[in-house]
Antibody, heavy 115, light 107 residues
Framework: QVQLQTSGPGLVKPSETLSLTCTIS????????WSWIRQPPGKGLESIGY???????GYNPSLQSRLTISVDTSKSQFSLKLNSVTAADTAVYYC?????????WGQGTLVTVSS | EIVMTQSPATLSVSPGERATLSCRASQSVSINLAWYQQKPGQAPRLLIS???TRATGVPAAFSGSGSGTEFTLTISSLQSEDFAVYFCQQYNDWPLTFGQGTKVEIK
C-alpha cells in the first residue's frame, strides 16, 4: 500500500520560503502524477500544482509566480517551494498521488506563517 | 476559474437514513467531477470520480450522479463512520477547484 509522508518546517516567517517534501513508500514514484493541495484552517481545499515523474509540471495560476515543484525519482520524493509567504499561506499542506484526481493522500502538515 | 458550490453547508441525518448532497459548477464540467470524504484530523479520501465511478474499496452505499453543472452524491443508508465532510472537485479545467464542503452530522 503506497504511503505518502510530508516533511518540513511547521513555522515559516512572513516573506520567507515555505519548503515541504513528500516521500513515497510502498510504491513507485514512476508512472504517476503527484500533487500538492492545501487547506487553510476551517476552510476548503485548494489545488496548488502537480508534477509528473518525468518532470512535466502544472501550477495554479494564483500561485505560479511564487511556486516551484520538483521531483527526485532517485529518492522517491517530490517537493514544494513557495516563496514570499504571508499569513494567507497558513494551511495544512497535503501531498497526494494523481492529477487531476487524487487517489492517495499524505497525512498533511500544518504550516503556520508567523513572525 | 470554475466555481463549485455545494449545498447544504450542513446536513443533519439520522443513522440509517439517506443523505443527498448537491454540487453545482459555474460552467459545464461534463462528467469530470470527483467526490471526497474528510473526517476530522484526516486527509480526504477519494470516493467517486467521473461523476459516478466509485473508487476502489468504496461501499456501494455511495453513489454519484449528474453531468454538466449539476451533481449529486447519495449515501443510501448512513452508518456512523459516514458522518464527515464531503467535498466535490471539478477537473474539467485548470486550475482544479473544490467546493466548500458539506458537513454530514448526526441528527
Amino acid at each position: 500500500q503506497v504511503q505518502l509522508q510530508t516533511s518540513g518546517p511547521g513555522l515559516v516567517k512572513p516573506s520567507e520560503t515555505l519548503s515541504l517534501t513528500c516521500t513515497i513508500s510502498g510504491g513507485s514514484i514512476t508512472g504517476y502524477y503527484w500533487s500538492w493541495i492545501r487547506q487553510p484552517p476551517g476552510k476548503g481545499l485548494e489545488s496548488i500544482g502537480y508534477i509528473h515523474y518525468s518532470g512535466s509540471i502544472g501550477y495554479n495560476p494564483s500561485l505560479q509566480s511564487r511556486l516551484t515543484i520538483s521531483v527526485d525519482t532517485s529518492k522517491s520524493q517530490f517537493s514544494l517551494k513557495l516563496n514570499s509567504v504571508t499569513a494567507a499561506d497558513t494551511a495544512v499542506y497535503y501531498c497526494a498521488r494523481g492529477s487531476p484526481v487524487f487517489d492517495r493522500w499524505g497525512q498533511g502538515t500544518l504550516v503556520t506563517v508567523s513572525s | 476559474e470554475i466555481v463549485m458550490t455545494q449545498s447544504p453547508a450542513t446536513l443533519s441525518v439520522s443513522p440509517g437514513e439517506r443523505a443527498t448532497l448537491s454540487c453545482r459548477a459555474s460552467q459545464s464540467v461534463s462528467i469530470n467531477l470527483a467526490w471526497y470524504q474528510q473526517k476530522p484530523g484526516q486527509a480526504p479520501r477519494l470516493l467517486i470520480s467521473g461523476a459516478s465511478t466509485r473508487a476502489t474499496g468504496v461501499p456501494a452505499a455511495f453513489s454519484g450522479s449528474g453531468s454538466g453543472t449539476e451533481f449529486t452524491l447519495t449515501i443510501s443508508s448512513l452508518q456512523s463512520e459516514d458522518f464527515a465532510v464531503y467535498f466535490c472537485q471539478q477537473y474539467n479545467d485548470w486550475p482544479l477547484t473544490f467546493g466548500q464542503g458539506t458537513k454530514v452530522e448526526i441528527k
